[in-house]
Structures are given as structure tokens and as C-alpha cells.
Nanobody
């Protein structure tokens, strides 16, 4: 069992920045690929970014490239999502997830943290 707890969300103005954190506990987190997803009001949950077990490989969806950066610190059992140049369309609940099979399926999910961007 892996427990994921997101934090760092909030209300920011357009153009602002936030750094989301995903604290993990339970099994050795270096055995899991980690990712961030988001779900905007009235929309389906969408993939944002992922990071490999060692942190050496990252993948971002095209819509956020250049603005979002995923990272992890396995020694601290924590993953991060740095979000810059926020836009109103980034408003969503952001979720952290862990995969034991390189992203084929995400086995564990956090409860989410709300990001709201005002125009």
C-alpha cells in the first residue's frame, strides 16, 4: 500500500506560480513511477506529467510544456509539480498517482489539491 498526500494548492492570479507537493508513505517509493493528473470542473481527469522511478526521465503533456516541471526526491519520499505562468484554464484539482508498472496503470492515488487561477 502506498499513501499519497498532495499539498500546495491555492488561489493565485493569472501569471502566478505554485509548487505542489506529493508526500508518500508505505512502500519504497523509488519502486514506483509517479505522475500528476488534473481534473477541471465538468471535465474528465487528464494526465499532466510523469517521472520515472529514478527521476531521470520525465514526460509532460503538450499543453503544459515549458510551464510545468515534475520532479521527485526519493530520499524525502516526495514528488513535486512546479507550475509557472498559471492560466485560468489551469484551474483544477491536481492529483498525484503512483504506478508499479511504468505508467501502464496507476495503482495508488492521492485525494487531490485544488488549484484556482483568477483572471
Amino acid at each position: 500500500q502506498v499513501l499519497l498526500v498532495e499539498s500546495g494548492g491555492g488561489l493565485v492570479q493569472t501569471g502566478g506560480s505554485l509548487k505542489l507537493s506529493c508526500a508518500t508513505s508505505g512502500r519504497t517509493i523509488s519502486n514506483y513511477q509517479l505522475a500528476w493528473f488534473r481534473q477541471a470542473p465538468g471535465k474528465e481527469r487528464e494526465f499532466v506529467a510523469s517521472i520515472s522511478r529514478s527521476g531521470g526521465t520525465t514526460y509532460n503533456t503538450d499543453s503544459i510544456k515549458g510551464r510545468f516541471t515534475i520532479s521527485r526526491d526519493n530520499a524525502k519520499n516526495t514528488a513535486y509539480l512546479q507550475i509557472n505562468s498559471l492560466k485560468p484554464e489551469d484551474t483544477a484539482v491536481y492529483y498525484c498517482a503512483a504506478s508499479s508498472n511504468n505508467g501502464g496503470e496507476y495503482d495508488y492515488w492521492g485525494q487531490g489539491t485544488q488549484v484556482t487561477v483568477s483572471s
